[in-house]
């Protein structure tokens, strides 16, 4: 019997709550609701690193970043890891990406039978293909993508920009069409694609067509609290003095998110576009597609733009949906505490593939048989020294978006923090840190209170630390 192909399309940078599947009022995705009623949503996904290496790394070898030993953007995977595409190109399954890597280093291209990248200003280093070239014309993808290698600056802390190239030439309909091309040459073989998408990541451009879907009386904020640093770690209120949007103007504020939320609805348009491919070319029965993103964005939400090493909901709950008709149960809204982890052990137990032991994740429940777990788990950093307010102020005012690339290897390092979520708390800690958070996801589910220091939670603090180090302990390196 024929063994069941996978779709992975992974999104960069989209929280959850962008989506109306996950409670959003004004940003509707009929193509990822269609997926979802033939499916399972899994209404509570995190990430294991909310940075797009380590998490890219974590999902592909299924193993959490103190394990595989990827902290950072700067490191690649290492030749050791041990990852999906090496065990589908040994069952004899045609590889590929389409889109952006990240994650990968070209030691690990063999392992891919067809590889089309572009990032987010276009072709990363010249255009190098494999197996395939790109179904657009070169120059004018590179055209369309000439605006965000130099970006508005509506202020130091906002850059966005509204455009108007052909539409097939930007990266989310340009990664689309190469994917429905690649669709119809291998639609007679076993194949494993991760289809990845660069949006919504900033640097935060779309089509006009797209922000004329959001007009600024039908987007909604999420609450903001002036006091909410008061009780907040140092590394949170440097970050905000880096990030934070509120005393910008507030046109331009809601400019940048029409923008974002026009790029996810542009990623939703594609997506309905592959998967009428796939109905076309009667591989719905046999592929198994999965729809997930690498980490999220604030948006908005604790005043901020971006993302940044911090452990708030909206930089680590992520979508995922998974579906698969012929073997999957369709409609489901799974609420189980899930990790983008466990998505590669279990396609392979559904694919009836070995799962190495080097793996960590566990089968996620309701399209199999196991067990949910009661909590996830994140981290950040190498142990580097902390980035306070005394080294902020070595660099030039006003503080931006180009204070936090001047400052990302620095904060990618630093500290050694971890973060458990149950469906109830959120704690987390780090002993290179001046203060740990607690949150009750309960009464305050935008995590705008710290409760780490009430006197009263000093119980559910010793447990959650208790089930942190025990995690630690077992996912220790395996090398």
Same mark, same amino acid.
């Given at each position: 019997?024929?063994?069941?192909?996978?779709?992975?399309?992974?999104?960069?940078? &989209?929280?959850?709550?962008?989506?109306?599947?996950?409670?959003?009022?004004?940003?509707?995705?009929?193509? &990822?609701?269609?997926?979802?009623?033939?499916?399972?949503?899994?209404?509570?996904?995190?990430?294991?690193?909310?940075?797009?290496?380590?998490?890219?790394?974590?999902?592909?070898?299924?193993?959490?970043?103190?394990?595989?030993? %990827?902290?950072?953007?700067?490191?690649?995977?290492?030749?050791? @890891?041990?990852?999906?595409?090496?065990?589908?190109?040994?069952?004899?399954?045609?590889?590929?990406?389409?889109?952006?890597?990240?994650?990968?280093?070209?030691?690990?291209?063999?392992?891919?039978?067809?590889?089309?990248?572009?990032?987010?200003?276009?072709?990363?280093?010249?255009?190098?293909?494999?197996?395939?070239?790109?179904?657009?014309?070169?120059?004018?993808?590179?055209?369309?993508?000439?605006?965000?290698?130099?970006?508005?600056?509506?202020?130091?802390?906002?850059?966005?920009?509204?455009?108007?190239?052909?539409?097939?030439?930007?990266?989310?309909?340009?990664?689309?069409?190469?994917?429905?091309?690649?669709?119809?040459?291998?639609?007679?073989?076993?194949?494993?694609?991760?289809?990845?998408?660069?949006?919504?990541?900033?640097?935060?451009?779309?089509?006009?067509?797209?922000?004329?879907?959001?007009?600024?009386?039908?987007?909604?904020?999420?609450?903001?609290?002036?006091?909410?640093?008061?009780?907040?770690?140092?590394?949170?209120?440097?970050?905000?003095?880096?990030?934070?949007?509120?005393?910008?103007?507030?046109?331009?504020?809601?400019?940048?998110?029409?923008?974002?939320?026009?790029?996810?609805?542009?990623?939703?348009?594609?997506?309905?576009?592959?998967?009428?491919?796939?109905?076309?070319?009667?591989?719905?029965?046999?592929?198994?597609?999965?729809?997930?993103?690498?980490?999220?964005?604030?948006?908005?939400?604790?005043?901020?733009?971006?993302?940044?090493?911090?452990?708030?909901?909206?930089?680590?709950?992520?979508?995922?949906?998974?579906?698969?008709?012929?073997?999957?149960?369709?409609?489901?809204?799974?609420?189980?505490?899930?990790?983008? %982890?466990?998505?590669?052990?279990?396609? &392979?137990?559904?694919?009836?593939?070995?799962?190495?032991?080097?793996?960590?994740?566990?089968?996620?429940?309701?399209?199999?048989?196991?067990?949910?777990?009661?909590?996830?788990?994140?981290?950040?950093?190498?142990?580097?020294?902390?980035?306070?307010?005394?080294?902020?102020?070595?660099?030039?005012?006003?503080?931006?978006?180009?204070?936090?690339?001047?400052?990302?290897?620095?904060?990618?390092?630093?500290?050694?923090?971890?973060?458990?979520?149950?469906?109830?708390?959120?704690?987390?800690?780090?002993?290179?840190?001046?203060?740990?958070?607690?949150? @009750?996801?309960?009464?305050?589910?935008?995590?705008?209170?710290?409760?780490?220091?009430?006197?009263?939670?000093?119980?559910? %603090?010793?447990?959650?630390?208790?089930?942190? &180090?025990?995690?630690? %302990?077992?996912?220790?390196?395996?090398?």
């Amino acid at each position: 019997m024929k063994r069941k192909n996978v779709i992975t399309i992974m999104v960069d940078q &989209l929280k959850a709550t962008a989506l109306n599947l996950y409670g959003n009022t004004f940003c509707k995705t009929p193509a &990822l609701e269609k997926l979802a009623r033939n499916g399972v949503v899994y209404e509570n996904a995190f990430t294991p690193h909310p940075l797009c290496v380590p998490a890219r790394t974590s999902l592909w070898t299924s193993q959490y970043s103190h394990s595989h030993g %990827i902290t950072n953007n700067e490191e690649l995977m290492s030749s050791r @890891n041990r990852h999906a595409f090496h065990i589908w190109k040994e069952a004899g399954y045609h590889t590929a990406l389409i889109g952006k890597n990240h994650c990968f280093p070209e030691s690990e291209l063999k392992y891919f039978d067809t590889w089309c990248e572009i990032e987010h200003e276009g072709f990363p280093n010249g255009v190098k293909t494999k197996g395939m070239d790109w179904v657009r014309p070169i120059n004018a993808v590179e055209k369309a993508h000439t605006v965000r290698k130099n970006m508005p600056r509506l202020s130091p802390r906002i850059e966005c920009a509204v455009t108007n190239y052909p539409i097939n030439d930007y990266s989310t309909a340009l990664v689309s069409q190469q994917t429905i091309e690649f669709l119809k040459r291998v639609q007679n073989e076993s194949f494993s694609l991760w289809l990845s998408i660069p949006d919504p990541h900033n640097p935060y451009e779309v089509h006009k067509k797209y922000v004329e879907n959001f007009p600024k009386e039908e987007i909604i904020l999420p609450p903001w609290d002036s006091r909410e640093l008061e009780n907040k770690p140092e590394r949170n209120k440097v970050l905000y003095e880096m990030l934070g949007i509120d005393k910008e103007d507030e046109a331009d504020i809601y400019k940048v998110l029409r923008v974002y939320y026009g790029m996810v609805r542009f990623i939703d348009d594609e997506i309905g576009k592959i998967l009428e491919a796939l109905k076309l070319y009667n591989l719905i029965q046999d592929t198994i597609i999965v729809f997930c993103s690498d980490h999220g964005d604030f948006v908005g939400e604790h005043r901020m733009m971006g993302k940044g090493g911090l452990f708030y909901d909206c930089l680590t709950h992520v979508p995922l949906i998974i579906s698969c008709p012929s073997i999957m149960p369709q409609g489901i809204s799974d609420k189980s505490m899930v990790s983008l %982890i466990d998505i590669v052990p279990t396609l &392979l137990y559904l694919q009836e593939l070995e799962i190495p032991k080097s793996m960590q994740g566990k089968l996620l429940p309701t399209v199999t048989n196991a067990e949910p777990r009661s909590e996830v788990f994140a981290e950040y950093g190498s142990g580097g020294p902390p980035f306070t307010y005394k080294d902020l102020k070595k660099f030039a005012k006003p503080y931006g978006r180009h204070t936090i690339k001047e400052t990302l290897k620095w904060r990618e390092a630093e500290g050694r923090r971890k973060m458990i979520r149950t469906k109830e708390w959120k704690y987390v800690t780090d002993p290179m840190g001046d203060k740990d958070e607690l949150y @009750n996801l309960v009464t305050d589910p935008w995590e705008l209170n710290n409760v780490a220091a009430l006197h009263e939670n000093k119980d559910i %603090i010793a447990s959650l630390t208790k089930r942190l &180090l025990e995690w630690s %302990i077992m996912t220790e390196s395996i090398y």
